[in-house]
């Protein structure tokens, strides 16, 4: 079974512009959640979706939104970007929402200058 | 992150030695106790992972202890290894019982030659 894949591996934008970051799950899952990873603040959680629905949502500006499509393949994406930005996006995927085995993605690395 | 006490942050020990993680978590109704590993440029992955109905989870060299009395859960790793290197984070529920997942801030864990 092909892991959680995120797409793409490595980006960098500037300070104002908008980035759109992809993660397909492992088949079968029906849940998608997104982390921020930073050396400082370690890794945060951004949201979960479940069925297309939003089902939780972490301590983050409105900037950063999500969605889910019918074949669970989720998007995150953060406009009017900040040099603070700069992180590593983790995606996890799962069964089933809510406490249970996370499986994660490579992440994404966003660089803002 | 919030609630979720995870120590020591930096952990060295001698290859062949035992390595223990704690986490303290604050929500009584938590019922899901993972550990995840992340090695360098991938994404965590879990290792080992209790419900609240055991006292004790044994895999080989890793365990897990949880006291719900005092409410926290701890890794062991017995007969340290040089792939037992990188970062252990506990991820139990969060408060308010909403489910969602938060990650402590990680124990980099090495291990001496």
């Known amino acids: 079974k092909a892991g959680v894949t995120q797409t793409p591996r490595y980006l960098i934008k500037t300070r104002g512009q908008q980035v759109t970051l992809s993660c397909s799950p492992i088949?079968?899952?029906?849940?998608v959640s997104w982390y921020q990873q930073t050396p400082g603040q370690g890794l945060q959680f951004l949201f979960e979706?479940?069925?297309?629905?939003?089902?939780n949502k972490g301590n983050f500006p409105g900037r950063f939104s999500g969605r889910q499509f019918s074949n669970s393949r989720s998007e995150m994406n953060v406009s009017t970007l900040e040099l603070g930005d700069s992180a590593l996006y983790l995606c996890?995927?799962?069964?089933?929402?809510?406490?249970?085995?996370?499986?994660f993605g490579p992440g994404t690395r966003l660089t803002v200058l | 992150g919030e609630n979720v006490e995870q120590h020591p942050s930096t952990l060295s020990v001698q290859e062949g030695d035992s390595a223990v993680i704690k986490c303290t978590y604050s929500?009584?109704?938590?019922?899901?106790f993972p550990w995840y590993k992340q090695e360098l440029g991938k994404g965590p992955q879990l290792i080992i992972d209790?419900?609240?109905?055991?006292g004790e989870k044994k895999d080989q060299r890793i365990a897990v202890t949880l006291n719900k009395t005092a409410k926290h859960f701890s890794l062991h790793i017995t007969e340290t290894q040089p792939e037992d290197s990188a970062v252990y984070f506990c991820?139990?529920?969060?408060?308010?019982?909403?489910?969602?997942?938060?990650f402590g801030k990680g124990t980099r864990l090495h291990i001496l030659p």
């Open positions: 996890a995927s799962s069964l089933l929402s809510g406490p249970n085995e996370q499986f």
């Open positions: 088949s079968g899952h029906r849940s």
């Open positions: 979706y479940f069925s297309e629905t939003q089902r």
């Open positions: 929500d009584s109704a938590s019922n899901y």
């Open positions: 209790i419900r609240s109905n055991v």
């Open positions: 991820a139990p529920p969060a408060e308010n019982r909403d489910d969602k997942i938060i």
